[in-house]
């Protein structure tokens, strides 16, 4: 009889993953009741696969073996199965399994996969899954035993990208695996992941057949409008449209389903009722359909039963192996003119260009592609995802990375499905191409209760920001910035520098240029002496040469020219803003063609040039022939702010990349001991690390932590401050009242033990006031440090982006100013130092007035220190180190006050 176990099953390790050739499939944790599953997969392996797997063929199993292969703890043994969907049931095609072995933190592991999905990648997927898991449970390495002659398994092993030990005995390699992270293994699983995904996207994106589900002859209808846009594009492939109740819409045959379609097809576009979704999407997986785009609404953006039916669409999907668009998104478009496919239902089908586009919203998307056609912007692909239930933008970045016709990647994002793998493609990514994003919902206010002034200061805002600024993203803040951006890298080169020359007929748009490119912090060089005699022989009147340089209204097109082609050679400026108001059409016309006429020179010197024609509102923002486009603009100042993006992302790709250093004599086994105990010792959760706790573990990690004695009694606290050593600081020890100074819970300069017995009862007057005297737990004194710079360093954890680390202004007005910078953990040595220099107060560390330099070095230090200690214990979910005193150069810093959360 099957024994029911107590353990709870791990949902968090299933798994939809993509397989190489582009075909997709649910990994899942073994379950008690897949008894019947089992059994029959077993039945279907062929002798020889039995044979490699098991060493022996055996005839057959028993239920007592099928009780025991599906019965786990999810720790020390553990089983992950692929899961694929045939007719009406669900089939195991695969299994992957450890166990731990015996008091050691090594797991022997096997997998076998079913003869008929041999080959496609899936041992390779459920060994990068159970990799996880081990890690997870502290297992460090895996163990197992392969047959000489099964080299699928052999190769699965090799070419995963851990360091392999192989010895050979007796026809049979035991093999050892550490499952170190290492930078192999990671280049070899993103790899993998770039290969399988850019293959499920072909069918996406370019389908040989498309068969829109839900196509009507009623015009007014969204199946009408999506077959409809797609014949209008032209599209190069067969066309099916899906319709029970019409032989034909719009004069091409339709079929009652897409089962009785006569040919294959790649690509499913299903506008019908949520409802029946489901039932359409299983009957497309029947047919063998590769990739379904659902349009239709009524999923979880509609609430709890929404939500439901959009996971059994899901899961249909991934039985099936297809990829899915949506569902409640809007389509696809691909302008390759070997694809013409407008899947989606904008009239807008916009020019052939270099720019690819993701909207998370459908509404925003019919918009911005009428805007981007009305700026001459041309466009390679676009993509709207709507809820994201499979392909989000982690998919489509890696796609672009690869795409030939992509220049330039936009995003229009409402939230982060997967923040943490969102930074590490972007960041690959935006190292080759400009990702240019904006992200809306940034207004509403931080509503956790923040616990700790980090945890405050790290609004999710502040943490979008956090993220993009790590993963090389320019960040615009609306959607008219978003194309301005994008008109200018789409067709100029990247600025080497920031220096910006001005040319302008009119005075008052050159002085606005000026201001708004300082405000950008740009450069505005002065000419040099033979720049300067180039430009008086073109323009041959008394005017001062300055920069900006101001033509006046009386200037001619080809003077414009003439100035514009010596900028473009003059090596004393990285970019060329040329600014023309113009009293009437002809005289805009002739100065427009002065400026194109100059771009092929701009060209050849890798330049970016830029125009800006004033009181004409709705300019077409490109213009150009020949495939070289000029952007212009409305207003001098969003010429500026896109030239300063361009700027900071040439800067970006430019930086050298940081390394994670390995910091030396830290006593790890020691702070896990400290940790382990303050655990065991409490049941509350979360849970403050008591004082001494915490000047213990940040010993163990070469912390600076002032001295700190702790006192519980008047008594112990005038004793603790003479063993200190007057004056002193005496302060509140709680672990739940951050804000110490508010509930007069410090006292400073104490000088004597009277005073020190004083300062202990005030406290304890002063929170028996607010009714807050449960809250006290002692005192702690220290000794006063004279001089040196407040400052705050912390980490709060973000439920979404992961340990965030703090730096910036301390002290009691820490939360009020807001000079602070944050970065994703872990911290490189560039991170750290660009923290320190980042904040409004680093020119104290200069030495400011009179002050001596501060040891900026050292602070760098403390940071990498804390990096290190929440990578070792990831439990820890606030860290406030506030004020921490950054003294003169080569003395150091102290940490004054500190709280440590653990969870």
């Given at each position: 009889m099957l024994q029911k176990t107590n353990t709870t099953y791990p949902a968090q390790y299933e798994c939809e993953t993509v397989l190489r050739d582009g075909s997709s499939i649910l990994l899942r944790p073994i379950r008690q009741d897949d008894i019947e599953a089992w059994f029959n997969f077993i039945a279907r392996l062929s002798p020889h696969t039995r044979y490699l797997r098991l060493h022996h063929v055996q005839q057959r199993m028993d239920l007592e073996d099928a009780i025991r292969f599906c019965t786990v703890d999810y720790k020390d043994t553990f089983a992950i199965v692929a899961e694929v969907i045939r007719g009406q049931r669900k089939d195991i095609v695969a299994v992957a399994r450890y166990y731990r072995l015996p008091k050691r933190r090594s797991a022997d592991v096997a997998l076998v996969i079913a003869d008929a999905y041999q080959g496609r990648g899936i041992g390779t997927k459920l060994l990068e899954c159970l990799v996880g898991v081990a890690r997870d449970n502290g297992i460090t390495t895996f163990e197992g035993d392969v047959l000489v002659e099964n080299e699928q398994m052999i190769n699965v092993i090799k070419d995963y990208g851990f360091h392999v030990v192989t010895e050979l005995e007796a026809g049979v390699y035991h093999f050892t695996l550490p499952l170190t992270p290492t930078q192999r293994v990671i280049r070899k699983e993103e790899e993998r992941e770039r290969i399988s995904t850019i293959a499920s996207l072909h069918s996406v994106l370019s389908p040989n057949s498309v068969a829109v589900i839900g196509a009507t002859r009623q015009r007014w209808k969204i199946g009408h409008l999506l077959l409809q846009c797609i014949l209008q594009s032209g599209f190069s492939g067969t066309v099916y449209p899906i319709n029970p109740g019409a032989e034909s819409v719009m004069s091409v045959k339709a079929y009652p389903s897409v089962l009785d379609v006569p040919g294959d097809v790649d690509l499913a576009v299903i506008a019908v009722p949520a409802q029946v979704v489901p039932k359409v999407a299983d009957e497309c997986g029947r047919k063998g359909v590769r990739a379904l785009i659902v349009i239709s609404d009524g999923f979880k953006e509609r609430g709890p039963e929404g939500a439901s039916r959009e996971k059994e669409l899901r899961d249909i999907t991934f039985g099936h192996g297809m990829r899915l668009v949506g569902p409640n998104c809007m389509g696809v478009i691909n302008t390759d003119p070997k694809i013409s496919l407008n899947a989606t239902f904008s009239p807008t089908y916009p020019p052939q260009g270099n720019v690819a586009f993701l909207s998370q919203s459908g509404a925003m998307g019919l918009v911005i592609l009428e805007y981007a056609n009305n700026l001459n912007l041309g466009i390679s692909s676009f993509v709207s995802v709507g809820n994201r239930a499979d392909i989000s933008s982690n998919d489509l970045l890696q796609f672009w990375e690869q795409d030939p016709a992509t220049k330039v990647i936009l995003l229009y994002l409402e939230s982060f499905g997967n923040p943490r793998k969102f930074a590490r493609i972007a960041k690959r990514v935006s190292a080759k191409k400009p990702i240019i994003a904006v992200k809306s919902g940034t207004t509403a206010a931080g509503s956790r209760a923040a616990s700790s002034h980090t945890g405050a200061l790290a609004t999710s805002d502040v943490a979008s920001d956090v993220l993009f600024h790590h993963a090389g993203i320019i960040r615009v803040n609306t959607i008219e910035e978003l194309f301005d951006v994008a008109t200018l890298l789409s067709d100029q080169p990247l600025p080497k520098g920031k220096r910006l020359a001005i040319v302008t007929n009119g005075g008052g748009p050159g002085i606005t240029a000026a201001d708004a490119a300082i405000r950008n912090g740009l450069i505005l060089p002065e000419f040099s002496p033979e720049t300067t005699s180039k430009l008086k022989s073109i323009l041959q009147r008394e005017i001062r040469l300055n920069n900006p340089v101001d033509i006046t209204a009386t200037a001619t097109a080809d003077e414009l020219n003439g100035i514009l082609n010596v900028l473009a050679s003059d090596k004393e400026n990285d970019a060329v803003l040329a600014i023309c108001i113009s009293p009437v059409m002809i005289y805009s016309a002739f100065m427009e063609d002065a400026i194109l006429r100059a771009a092929p020179l701009f060209q050849k010197h890798d330049k970016p040039l830029l125009a800006c024609f004033m009181g004409h509102k709705g300019h077409a923002k490109k213009r150009g022939s020949g495939g070289k486009y000029v952007p212009f603009y409305a207003f001098p100042e969003s010429a500026v702010s896109a030239l300063a993006k361009a700027v900071e992302y040439a800067e970006i790709r430019k930086k050298p990349k940081g390394t994670v250093p390995r910091?030396?004599?830290?006593?790890?086994?020691?702070?896990?001991?400290?940790?382990?105990?303050?655990?065991?010792?409490?049941?509350?959760?979360?849970?403050?690390?008591?004082?001494?706790?915490?000047?213990?573990?940040?010993?163990?990690?070469?912390?600076?932590?002032?001295?700190?004695?702790?006192?519980?009694?008047?008594?112990?606290?005038?004793?603790?401050?003479?063993?200190?050593?007057?004056?002193?600081?005496?302060?509140?020890?709680?672990?739940?009242?951050?804000?110490?100074?508010?509930?007069?819970?410090?006292?400073?300069?104490v000088n004597s033990e009277k005073e020190a017995r004083s300062a202990f009862n005030n406290i304890k007057t002063s929170l028996s006031k607010i009714g807050r005297s449960n809250e006290i737990e002692g005192v702690t004194i220290q000794p006063m440090v004279e001089g040196g710079i407040e400052t705050i360093a912390g980490v709060t954890q973000d439920s979404s982006f992961g340990p965030l680390i703090m730096f910036g202004s301390g002290g009691i007005y820490a939360e009020l100013i807001k000079d602070v910078t944050l970065r994703l953990h872990p911290l490189t040595g560039l991170d750290a130092r660009e923290m320190v220099n980042s904040i409004k107060m680093a020119e104290m560390f200069?030495?400011?007035?009179?002050?001596?330099?501060?040891?900026?070095?050292?602070?760098?230090?403390?940071?990498?220190?804390?990096?290190?200690?929440?990578?070792?214990?990831?439990?820890?979910?606030?860290?406030?180190?506030?004020?921490?005193?950054?003294?003169?150069?080569g003395k150091g810093y102290r940490v004054i006050d500190a709280r440590i959360m653990v969870q």
């Open positions: 910091i030396p004599g830290i006593e790890r086994k020691k702070a896990t001991k400290i940790i382990e105990r303050a655990m065991m010792q409490s049941s509350q959760r979360p849970l403050w690390l008591s004082s001494e706790d915490i000047a213990a573990l940040l010993k163990c990690y070469g912390i600076h932590f002032i001295e700190t004695l702790i006192a519980r009694t008047a008594k112990e606290t005038a004793a603790a401050a003479a063993r200190t050593g007057f004056p002193v600081a005496i302060k509140l020890a709680s672990s739940s009242i951050v804000h110490k100074t508010d509930v007069g819970g410090v006292v400073l300069d200069k030495g400011f007035r009179g002050s001596p330099p501060s040891d900026t070095e050292a602070i760098e230090d403390l940071l990498l220190r804390i990096s290190a200690l929440v990578e070792d214990f990831p439990q820890i979910t606030e860290l406030d180190f506030n004020p921490v005193k950054v003294m003169p150069q």
